[in-house]
């Protein structure tokens, strides 16, 4: 090798030889589909299931199930992306139908008290809407807005901002003091 071609000596050389040389600094023989691999690889962008309404219903429904208050709300600490993830690699096939029966529904709903798309309803108008699809599906076990109620609440408080922030969880706690003043408790009368 000289100079010229990236030698030993050449001042600039690509990830790819860089790559390779390691490799066989190793010992190893890579291919050369292997090595276009590792060398083009780049951070998959994040996999959406939901279509884009759909993901307009869901984040609307979710930020009126769990609304900002003086703690994070669910659209806060990533919940729709939470609900979106679990309905496309967690939920069987007759969840993720009662998921989107549930979705359509609110939709439905939206669109024949206020004529107009859920996501694009004010606060109040929202809350009157989940809360008529709710009482309607009252008496339906599984429902579909139950569904969509209790992913919402275990992507809440399985999140780790609302696990330190809400919950006060402490990963690794200190010794038991059953006589410690509150204000030494961090403002809490309670651990979990």
Not at 34 to 51: C, N, R
Not at 68 to 96: K, N, Q
Not at 111 to 134: E, M, W, Y
Not at 162 to 178: H, I, M, T
């Amino acid at each position: 090798m000289t100079p010229a071609d990236g030698g030993i000596h050449g001042a600039a050389i690509n990830r790819r030889e860089a790559i390779r040389r390691a490799a066989i600094l190793a010992g190893v023989a890579l291919s050369p589909a292997l090595v276009t691999f590792v060398a083009g690889a780049q951070p998959a962008a994040a996999k959406t299931y939901l279509t884009p309404a759909q993901a307009a219903i869901a984040g609307a429904a979710v930020d009126r199930i769990l609304p900002r208050t003086d703690t994070p709300g669910a659209v806060d600490v990533g919940v729709p992306a939470f609900l979106d993830r679990f309905y496309g690699e967690f939920m069987t096939d007759d969840e993720r139908r009662l998921l989107i029966a549930g979705l359509d529904a609110i939709e439905v709903a939206a669109k024949a008290a206020h004529a107009g798309s859920f996501a694009g309803l004010t606060s109040a108008q929202q809350d009157a809407v989940l809360s008529a699809v709710a009482t309607a599906q009252q008496d339906q076990n599984p429902s579909s807005f139950g569904l969509i109620r209790s992913t919402t609440l275990l992507g809440y408080f399985s999140s780790e901002q609302v696990a330190k922030e809400v919950l006060n969880y402490d990963p690794v706690p200190g010794g038991f003091d059953a006589c410690m003043p509150l204000d030494q408790a961090r403002g809490r009368d309670w651990f979990l």
